[in-house]
């Protein structure tokens, strides 16, 4: 599956060739549903909270996209892709899943760079960069979060984004 696909998806949507089903919202709102639960529940859990107005940290979002690839992988796909053959939305999720499937490696070398350094780590956002040392993982996240987007937006129909 390509970006050329999650394209097509997108524009299909935004024009309304492809109306989701009940059981293709379902689906989407399963989805949903475990990535609010599971950005609710930062990990790991001993970072210090950000400053006001900041979101979580780097490790935080890595480690809950990682979760919620793999919750999607084990949990949604093979149930769904059975249901909803040649289903859009399917093919969603398994873009959302190979997209966040690159975030793995940093989440796991962050988490436990983390594990070793949090007694003597002061200024986390600093702490982060020298983690992350110029091979980036936010350049990974504009493709997941404009694939999250269109889940969002086939689940609740507001296509306008």
Request: charged share 25%; net charge negative; proline share 7%.
């Amino acid at each position: 599956m390509t970006t050329d696909r999650l394209t097509q998806i997108e524009r299909d949507l935004t024009a309304r060739r492809w109306v989701p089903s009940r059981a293709e919202v379902e689906l989407g709102t399963a989805f949903a549903e475990r990535s609010r639960r599971l950005r609710g529940e930062p990990v790991p859990v001993d970072m210090p909270v950000p400053a006001r107005g900041e979101g979580p940290w780097l490790t935080q979002v890595l480690t809950v996209e990682a979760r919620l690839v793999g919750e999607v992988e084990r949990e949604l796909l093979p149930v769904w892709r059975a249901r909803l053959p040649e289903s859009p939305m399917v093919d969603l999720l398994e873009l959302y899943a190979a997209s966040g499937r690159a975030l793995l490696p940093y989440a796991t070398r962050m988490t436990a760079a983390w594990q070793e350094a949090a007694a003597r780590v002061g200024d986390v956002a600093r702490w982060e960069e020298s983690v992350v040392r110029g091979d980036d993982p936010r350049a990974l996240l504009p493709e997941l979060m404009f694939v999250g987007a269109v889940l969002q937006a086939a689940v609740t129909g507001d296509v306008g984004y």
